[in-house]
């Protein structure tokens, strides 16, 4: 099924008379795994018009990377044609190659080389002659602000910067058409800013066709045309404006306080006819559907307040319309173990001047703050602030070089393996047994957690049905979806039922109605007592936490509550702005400033 939006599909289709960069006509792609097909792609049509950005999104698993290795031409369909500015892809292979650039999700960079010696080996790759290279490189890492690390090797680059590398090799030779799949899953917001620099740049410059898999829907909102994609097939198509106009009129925010705003958004979301709830600071934001009845739902939530559309609210819309899954109301509850103590005043994690270092580089400087029971955490930061160094500290994974910490009362640098049983940890990445089963996993980190007998038995069967894992109970841990392997690894570190959580990077790459789900988890969980600890590099998770720090180079830059770090990230031209827009004044600017407890 293709809706909305189809009316404008023609016309874009044959804009200005130009042969179209990418058409798909009647696409099937299915895959064999232990002798069940899968069908990835199922009679998939759409044309895109040259010089255009489209993004490409959707549910994981609903055939993106799929999609992008077929037009890239590295794998053929089952049926229909695939032509890249009119070179079948079977039939013209060279001719595809000549004119693309493919960076998939995890590009090859040789991470034994230095960032000048992969720039030359993928300019060998793409032909690019000695002559022109010196002033495209400096182009380049002069817009992905790489310039001053041209001799370091490319294993030693933080996320966002291995991601810039990977995209500016991509372009090297200045393709005509460039398929990116999610380039941003996993960077932070000012290194994403730089990766879209780069894009707009090539687009702008150099007249480039880009499509672009991605799990930011405001990414997908700065393109010409979005595809969504579900079950391998395309949904809807249109212009951003166009799907937001889908849900014009059905939009509203009320105002919550500080205090209640978490309360709010669980009652809000439990009202029929209510799609969807966002927090946003002192505002919570609800798409209804057509049938909702706005008296009631006023007089339940307070004054609903008409507020205009974003293509977010269109596309959470039409994927829960469209979605098999239960509803999130309906959904079971994460259940824990309430601890006895006043969650309101009990300080659970303690971090005093706490430093790391790795021979004469300091990863984490004199960092403090701390965090009580119930609460949901968060520790951001760009790629390489120390985020992940200070969580695997908390988490007994490695040694303070200095400071005190202590976690459930208990010192950290004197008896981590003691802590480790009362905390559950995600870490950034799938980080279980690829090579077992879901329910082998299941039972090793059962057993790994002091599990047994009857015990371990109600916490597996807990675990199958709380995170849906029946479907995949005896498929192997390396080919589930995305989503499923969240899912997985959320199960895994909630099998013990522990007193703290230590989430790192636990949705990226997720798809939204998978992280409004996380979230969900979440809020449940610090409603009994349980307390978490996150880093992301969505900015608008951050509003789910109570509050939060911000690190630069090492060091704690800003830390309050959402509200406080929106205030010092202001600007004068800004009364209000986005978490995003005050994180990245924050970390530009590297304030020392710190407010809150």
Sequence with gaps: MNTVLDQTSAQYATTAHQTPAIEFAGVCKGFTVRKKITEALRELSFTMSSGQVVALIGPDGAGKTTLMRLAAGLLHPEQGTIRIFGADTVLDPDGVRSTIGYMPQRFGLYEDLTVEQNLNLYADLQGVMPRDRAKRFATLLAMGGLTPFTSRLAGRLSGGMKQKLGLICTLLRTPKLLLLDEPTVGVDPVSRQELWAIIDHATREDGMSVLMSTAYLDEAERCDRVLILHEGQLLAQGTPTEFASRVQGRVYTIDVSDEDRKQAQRLASCQPGVVDTLLRGTRLRLVLDQNADRSTLSAQLGSLIHSPPRFEDSFIDLLKTKSQSPQENTRPQVQQTPPASDQ??????????????????????????????????????????????????????????????????????????????????????????????????????????????????????????????????????????????QRLAFACSLMHQPEILFLDEPTSGVDPLARREFWRRIDNLSSQGVTTLVTTHFMEEAEYCDHLVIMVSGRVAAAGTPDDIRLLGSRASEQSPSMEEAFLTIVRNQSTHKVGP
Excluded at 388 to 413: E, H, K, W, Y
Excluded at 426 to 445: C, D, I, P
Excluded at 452 to 461: D, Q, Y
Excluded at 472 to 483: E, F, K, N, P
Aim: proline share 1%; net charge positive; aromatic share 10%.
């Design 344 to 485: 309101s005043t009990e300080e659970v994690i303690r971090v005093d001047e706490i430093c790391k270092t790795f021979g004469t580089f300091k990863a984490v400087d004199r960092v403090s703050f701390r965090v009580r029971r119930g609460e949901v955490f968060g520790l951001l930061g760009a790629n390489g602030a120390g985020k992940t160094t200070c969580f695997r500290m908390l988490c007994g994974l490695l040694p303070s070089t200095d400071g005190q910490m202590t976690v459930a009362g208990i010192n950290m640098r004197r008896a981590r393996s003691k802590a480790r049983a009362k905390i559950g940890y995600m870490s950034q990445g799938f980080a279980l047994y690829r090579e077992l089963t879901v329910a082998r996993n299941l039972s090793f980190f059962a057993g790994a957690y002091g599990l047994r007998g009857k015990r371990m038995k109600e916490r597996i069967t807990w675990a199958v049905n709380e995170f849906d894992l029946g479907p995949v109970l005896h498929a192997r841990s390396d080919r589930l979806s995305l989503g499923y392997k």
